[in-house]
Antibody, heavy 119, light 105 residues
C-alpha cells in the first residue's frame, strides 16, 4: 500500500524559499503515476500547486509558475517542491499526492505539513 | 481557470439522513469531476472520480452524478464516520481546481 510523507521546515521567513520533500513508500516512483503538490491556506479550500512525472515533465499552476520548481529524485523515491519569494499568503498545510495519470484525480495523499511564513 | 462553487458551504445533518452536495462549474466540461472527503489532521480521501465512479473501498452509500456545469455528491444514509468536509475538483482542464468545501456537521 502506497504511503506518502511530507517533510521540511514548518517556518519560513518572508521573501525566503520553501523547500519540501515527499517520500514515496510502497510504490515505484517510476511508473505511470504523476506526483503532485496541493496546499490549503488557513480557513480556505484546496489549491493545486503542480505535478511531476518520473521523466521530469511537469505541470504547474500558472498562478505559482514564476516562483515554483518541482523536481524528482528516483533513487531516493522522493519528489520535492521549491517555492521562492514566500509571503504570508503562502502559509498553510502542504500535501503531496499521487495521481494515476497526468491531471487526474489524486488517489493517495500524505498527511500534510503545516507551513507558516513569518519573521 | 474553471471556478468551482460548492453549495451549501456547510450543512447540519443526522445519522441516517440523505445528504446532497452540489458543485457548479464556471464553464461546462466533460466527466472529469472528482469528490474528496477530508477530516482534520487526516489525509484527504478520494471518494469518486470521473463524476460517478466509486474509488475502490468506498461504501456504496456514496454516489456521484451530473454533467455540464452541475455535479452532485449524494450520501444516501449518513453514517457517523461521514461527518467531514467534502471537496469537488475538476481535472478536465489545467489547472485542476477545487471547490471551497462543504462541511457536514
Amino acid at each position: 500500500q502506497v504511503q506518502l510523507q511530507e517533510s521540511g521546515p514548518g517556518l519560513v521567513r518572508p521573501t525566503g524559499t520553501l523547500s519540501l520533500t515527499c517520500t514515496v513508500a510502497g510504490d515505484s516512483i517510476v511508473n505511470s503515476a504523476w506526483w503532485s503538490w496541493v496546499r490549503q491556506p488557513p480557513e480556505k479550500g484546496l489549491e493545486w500547486i503542480g505535478e511531476i512525472f518520473h521523466n521530469g515533465s511537469t505541470n504547474y499552476n500558472p498562478s505559482l509558475k514564476s516562483r515554483l520548481t518541482i523536481s524528482i529524485d528516483k533513487p531516493t523515491k522522493e519528489f520535492s517542491l521549491n517555492l521562492k519569494s514566500m509571503t504570508a499568503a503562502d502559509s498553510g498545510v502542504y500535501y503531496c499526492a499521487r495521481g494515476p495519470e497526468q491531471l487526474a484525480a489524486l488517489d493517495c495523499w500524505g498527511q500534510g505539513i503545516q507551513v507558516t511564513v513569518s519573521s | 481557470d474553471i471556478q468551482m462553487t460548492q453549495v451549501p458551504s456547510s450543512l447540519s445533518a443526522s445519522v441516517g439522513d440523505r445528504v446532497t452536495i452540489t458543485c457548479r462549474a464556471s464553464h461546462s466540461f466533460n466527466i472529469y469531476l472528482n469528490w474528496y472527503q477530508h477530516k482534520p489532521g487526516i489525509a484527504p480521501k478520494l471518494l469518486i472520480f470521473a463524476t460517478s465512479t466509486l474509488e475502490t473501498g468506498v461504501p456504496s452509500r456514496f454516489s456521484g452524478s451530473g454533467s455540464g456545469t452541475v455535479f452532485n455528491l449524494t450520501i444516501f444514509s449518513l453514517h457517523p464516520d461521514d461527518f467531514a468536509t467534502y471537496y469537488c475538483q475538476q481535472t478536465s482542464t489545467s489547472p485542476p481546481t477545487f471547490g471551497q468545501g462543504t462541511k457536514v456537521e
